[in-house]
Structure formats: structure tokens, C-alpha cells
């Protein structure tokens, strides 16, 4: 066997039968076209990274993230997931639940990950392909939701967001408890069909809707029935809620 024959130091020959085509040309597109950060590895040492792992890791060049061990490209808790990882081991036939990790990028900076792995065949033996997706965007959207989820269940006046039409998405506790209800009753319902008390004529209800509908902010003195039939008289703001093009698609209601 010649030079160019052999396979390449430290692969392991794939078994015969296992019916796995070679896709070396395949993962040289994935690695050089894709955009997704993506390195190739064998027993935990990186043997190949496209221009997006090098971005990502900020390395300067593929060679310099190649023949290091994958989880020395991490930090901490998150080298020790990586190494948890290799040390699981990869099926060709299914991929397990992404891995959670983080890196630090040489200029200080702390990256947020997922990592993806299948087996593959290179060179005609057996490696493993990971994304290392950055979803650190993500992660920051998560943190501040869960912020502003807290926040809003934490304020000790009744708050309620609906769709456009009206229909309830979300109540914090103290509405609950001013009202009277529980959560499944309030599901799929109004706040006209469970409090209007009959106090305020139609006119007064179109003039709420005409200012909301509009983008506007509304502001009243509204008197609505609990659960039990007692009425409670609130200064009530409504506030619409715009998605990314500017269009009102929820109304955020705050009793005080």
C-alpha cells in the first residue's frame, strides 16, 4: 500500500458491511461552504475546522484549533460536558440531544453553545462531525423573558395580556386574586366574559377599543364584578404590545 492509500494516522478503519458510503467529498462542502461552525474530530482530537469554527473560536486558523483536543477548546464545567460527551460515545444511525457549553474567546468574551455531533465516514474511517452552534442571541432573549416573567408575576397589582382580539395569553397571580378565578377558568376566555360588570354603557367599551386598536394607550376608572358577584372599581391602563414590523398584536392591561 502506498503513502496515498493509507488512511490518514489515528483513524480507525470503519467495519466492513456497515453499508455507510465514503462522504469525504461531502464533508469538504460542509466544511468549507456551510455557515454553521463545524469541526471534525477523531477520539477527541480536532482534525479539521471550517472558516466559521475558526471565526467562532476566534483562532486565527484552522491550524491552530487542529490536533488539539476538543474539550481543551472549552472552559470549566463546559470542558468537563464536552469530555462527558466523547466519553458517551456517537451512534451513526441517530444524533443525541444538542450539548450545552460555553467558550472564552480570546478576547474575553463568553460564547454560548450547542453542540451537534454524527458519525461520518473520511478518508474511509469512522470520525464524528459537530456543529458548535453559537446561541448566545438565544440565551440572552431567554434570560431577559424569564426577567420580565418574574417581574411581571412578582408586582403586586393584577396584570393581564391578551391577543388582539381580546382573548387572555397570560395573567399574573394577583389578578387571580382580585378576580376570584383560576387559571383553567380564565383560559380562552375575555376579560368581558368574566368580569364586565354592567356598570359602563357600550359607548364607553368602543372608545377603549377604538384607542387600543389604533396603538394607543388608554387610561379609565372601570368598576368590574368578581367571581363571588362583589364589584371592585380599578384605575385600569392599557397599553398595546407591537411585534417587529410595528403591528399591535397584544394588549398588556394593569390595574391599579
Known amino acids: 500500500m502506498s503513502d496515498t492509500e493509507r488512511p490518514q494516522e489515528g483513524y480507525r478503519p470503519t467495519p466492513a458491511g456497515t453499508g455507510q458510503p465514503p462522504v469525504d467529498s461531502l464533508a469538504h ?4 461552504r456551510s455557515t454553521e461552525p463545524l469541526v471534525v474530530h477523531q477520539d477527541g482530537r480536532v482534525i479539521a475546522a471550517n472558516p466559521a469554527a475558526v471565526a467562532l473560536f476566534q483562532a486565527g486558523s484552522a491550524q491552530a ?3 488539539k483536543e476538543l474539550p481543551t477548546l472549552f472552559e470549566g464545567e463546559s470542558s468537563d460536558r464536552v469530555r462527558g460527551m466523547l466519553a458517551h460515545g456517537f451512534r451513526r444511525d441517530a444524533t443525541d440531544s444538542p450539548v450545552a457549553a460555553s467558550l472564552i474567546t480570546p478576547d474575553g468574551s463568553t460564547v454560548d453553545v450547542e453542540l ?6 473520511l478518508h ?7 456543529s458548535v452552534r453559537d446561541v448566545s442571541v438565544q440565551r440572552r432573549a431567554e434570560a431577559q423573558l424569564r426577567l420580565a416573567h418574574g417581574s411581571l408575576r412578582a408586582i403586586p397589582d ?10 387572555i395569553a397570560w395573567t399574573n397571580p394577583a389578578f387571580f386574586e382580585r378576580t376570584g378565578y383560576r387559571a383553567p377558568e380564565v383560559r380562552d376566555r375575555t376579560p368581558g366574559q368574566l368580569v364586565k360588570s354592567g356598570w359602563h354603557a357600550a359607548a364607553f367599551y368602543r372608545a377603549l377599543w377604538d384607542t387600543i386598536l389604533t396603538g394607543n394607550e388608554w387610561g379609565g376608572v372601570i368598576t368590574n364584578r368578581r367571581k363571588d358577584g362583589a364589584l371592585t372599581t380599578d384605575y385600569t391602563t392599557i397599553t398595546p404590545l407591537r411585534n417587529e414590523r410595528g403591528d399591535v398584536t397584544h394588549f398588556l392591561g394593569v390595574k391599579h
Open 29 to 32: 462542502v460542509l466544511l468549507q
Open 65 to 67: 484549533i487542529t490536533r
Open 116 to 121: 451537534d455531533s454524527v458519525v461520518v465516514l
Open 124 to 130: 474511509g474511517a469512522s470520525a464524528v462531525l459537530t
Open 158 to 167: 393584577p396584570v393581564i395580556i391578551t391577543n388582539r382580539a381580546g382573548v
